[in-house]
Every structure is written in structure tokens, then in C-alpha cells.
């Protein structure tokens, strides 16, 4: 109900002058002043436009009081309306248009004072009395609209300035992945490009050569087959290299690591301090090569997280789960869960998202509603891969 009144301001803006203008109607009637009542509605109307229109629904409340007090009927209840529509100018509009509002209401007040109760008692009686009866409630009126009116501007810079800095991270984000697929890129076209230019020219002239002489066309296959395998392993190594492990290192003259290397990688990890623990469930597959390396470096990225927002009393759990179609892993740790996602400004994260979207799997990652935080990815299985045991993980067991 709240939220659906807040949907239709003018609904709960024409209740009120509705029953502004009942009390107004009701004191005129018990007075038996009835050519007030249209006054009294007159009065009120303004009330149900007075956050569309707030200077103009003040302008037209205070000539009909101004009417009010020149043909001398008495205040009513209705006259609440004049507060209210200070109190919505003071809120809605700039300061300098409330304060004139505010001090055409004291005038008015004098006014009126002087109007209704003409030396019925004596100066500070009637200072007093107008205080009371006109002045305060006018002056508190605004003092309340201008506080909301600072309030609601406070807000707004806050909302304001979260989504300057939501967009700015977002931005940073494109930036770092675009900045990675362009350092892939040239890593790409200064390993592969030479060796793939070579392979090309050999293979036209193998073709040439190949019915008129057949020595020179397998020489020129023979280049083809070195200059092809001296590519996979510059491809190799640059994959290795292409990302630094956290202490500045380079593994790139490693053979690519992947599942079966996870042992020695959390043997390295256990050996840093951080407790971790390993679970495979399901029948172990084959994963083709980029895949496997994929994996590989989601864990360690993850463990990395743990070491560096985990805290030292963090323990981490490492689960690869085979499932008939895709590899499910999932490492979570019972640590801060609330330090920030991977590298502090995302960029590991990233990393994964982009790594695993190669091989057509998603990347999930966020604090646990427990504690701590979990990072879970899926990479789908080669559909034609047979089926044997992992790779040897010694080390693997429970910490």
C-alpha cells in the first residue's frame, strides 16, 4: 500500500485537501457562516497540485487567505493548507523562494491578527497570540521543508556518486579486458605469424615441385612439418607465459600444466600455509589441452584469492566433479568472504570469465552467504575424449 501511494502522490494529496475542506465546511456550517464554504474549498484545492505546482499552489493558497482575512472570516481548520504548501515550497524549491514564501506567511500572520482581533488586547498579547497561532506553526513548517529539501539533495549527490563510481569500475573493467585481448593478440601474431608465412611459402613451392621434382618437394613438406611443430611449441610457450605467477615469475619453459598437475600445485599451496583440501566426484575424463590449462589456472587463481583476503586462519576446499558432459569445479574457503573479487579491481576474475568463455563455460564467483568466498566454473568435456583415470595428483588428499 505504502509503495503504491508513493506511485500516486496526487491520490494522497487530493485525500488530504478533501479533508481539509471537509473541516473548513464543517466550521463554517457550525459557525453558520455559510458564504465561507466556497472559500474554505477554494482554499484547499491547491493542496491536491502542490508537488507539480508548488509555487503556484502557494501563490493561489495565499490570495484566497488574503481574501480570507479582507472580508473578515474567521480562521478555520482549512487554513492548515497555507502550512502544508510553505512546508512543500521549502522542500521542493530553492531556499531563496521559500524564504519569501515563509515571510509573506508572517506577514499574513500580522495581518490577520490585527484583522480578527482588533484591540481585543493589548501588544504583547497579540504578538504573542499571533506567534502561537500563526507564526509558529508557519516558521516550523518551513524549517521542517527546508531540512527535507537538504536531505533529499544529500541523497541524490550520494545516488549520484555511487552511480559515477559503478559506471567508472565498469569502464575500468572493458579497459583491463580489452587491454588483455589486445596483449593476446600480439603475442599471437609475433609467435604464430612468422612460422605461418613460412609454412605457406614451402607449401607453394612443394606444389610446383611435386611432379617435377619429387626430392625437393618432400624437403620442402619435411620444413613444413619442422616449421609446424616449432609453432605449437612457441604456442605452447607463450600460453605458459602469458600470464605471471604471483610472485613475478615466469613457468613458461614448462610443460603446460593442467589436471594432472594440480597436486604439485596444492602441495605448493599447503607448503605457503593455506589448508586445502581436494575431492574429485564422478568418473575422471580426458579435457583437451587449452581446456585443462583453463582449469588449472582457475584454481591456482583461486587459491592465490584465498592466500591474499582469506586471512591466515583461511582454509580452502577444491572440488573437481566430473558430470557426463562438462568438468564442474568449485573452490571455496571459509575466509573473508567480503574481500574484493579476484586482483582487488577484478581483473582475475576477468581472466577466468574470458579464459573459460573460449571453451564455451561460464565462470561464477561472489562471497558465500556462510562466509567466505566461492568461485565456480564449467568446462565442457571433449564430446569425443575417451574416458580413462586422471592423471597422477599425488598430494590431492584432505589437508
Not at 97 to 118: D, E, F, H, K
Not at 263 to 288: D, H, I, N, Y
Request: contains cysteine; positive net charge.
Amino acid at each position: 500500500m505504502y509503495a503504491w501511494l508513493r506511485r500516486h502522490p496526487k491520490l494522497v494529496d487530493g485525500g488530504l485537501a478533501a479533508v481539509l475542506a471537509f473541516l473548513g465546511i464543517v466550521s463554517s456550517l457550525a459557525t453558520g457562516n455559510l458564504t465561507a464554504v466556497p472559500l474554505m474549498i477554494a482554499l484547499a484545492v491547491p493542496v491536491t497540485f502542490r508537488r507539480a505546482y508548488p509555487v503556484a499552489s502557494f501563490a493561489a493558497a495565499i490570495a484566497v487567505g488574503a481574501l480570507q482575512v479582507l472580508l473578515n472570516y474567521q480562521p478555520s481548520p482549512t487554513d492548515l493548507a497555507i502550512v502544508i504548501l510553505l512546508y512543500t515550497l521549502a522542500a521542493y524549491t530553492p531556499r531563496r523562494i521559500s524564504v519569501a514564501g515563509l515571510a509573506i506567511c508572517l506577514v499574513g500572520s500580522a495581518a490577520g491578527v490585527a484583522r480578527w482581533m482588533p484591540g481585543q488586547m493589548g501588544l504583547l498579547s497579540s504578538v504573542l497570540v499571533g506567534s502561537i497561532m500563526f507564526a509558529g506553526p508557519s516558521l516550523i513548517a518551513w524549517v521542517f521543508g527546508d531540512s527535507m529539501r537538504y536531505r533529499r539533495a544529500y541523497y541524490t549527490s550520494l545516488e549520484d556518486r555511487a552511480a559515477r563510481l559503478e559506471a567508472e569500475r565498469d569502464a575500468q573493467a572493458q579497459i583491463a579486458a580489452a587491454a588483455e585481448r589486445a596483449r593476446i593478440a600480439r603475442e599471437l601474431h609475433d609467435v604464430v605469424a612468422h612460422n605461418v608465412s613460412v609454412m605457406v611459402v614451402q607449401a607453394d613451392g612443394a606444389s610446383y615441385a611435386l611432379l617435377s621434382d619429387p626430392d625437393r618437394a618432400r624437403q620442402a613438406l619435411a620444413a613444413i612439418a619442422a616449421t609446424g611443430r616449432q609453432a605449437l611449441a612457441e604456442m605452447r610457450r607463450m600460453l605458459g607465459v602469458l600470464r605471471r605467477d604471483e610472485d613475478g615469475t615466469e613457468p613458461g619453459r614448462a610443460p603446460l600444466p593442467g589436471i594432472g598437475q594440480l597436486g604439485e600445485l596444492l602441495e605448493q599451496t599447503r607448503a605457503a600455509g593455506l589448508a586445502v583440501s581436494f575431492t574429485v566426484e564422478g568418473v575422471p575424463q580426458t579435457l583437451p589441452d587449452g581446456a585443462a590449462l583453463a582449469a588449472y589456472r582457475i584454481v591456482q587463481e583461486s587459491l592465490t584469492n584465498t592466500r591474499k583476503h582469506g586471512g591466515p586462519r583461511a582454509t580452502a576446499q577444491v572440488t573437481l566433479r566430473y558430470l557426463e558432459d562438462a568438468l564442474l569445479l568449485r573452490i571455496t574457503d571459509d575466509g573473508r568472504g567480503a574481500a574484493a573479487a579476484s586482483d582487488g579491481a577484478g581483473h582475475g576474475l576477468t581472466g577466468m570469465r574470458e579464459r573459460v568463455a573460449t571453451y564455451g563455460g561460464w565462470v561464477q564467483a561472489g562471497p558465500r552467504p556462510s562466509g567466505g568466498y566461492h568461485v565456480t566454473a564449467r568446462l565442457p568435456l571433449a564430446s569425443s575424449a575417451p574416458r580413462r583415470a586422471i592423471a597422477n595428483t599425488s598430494g590431492a588428499g584432505a589437508a
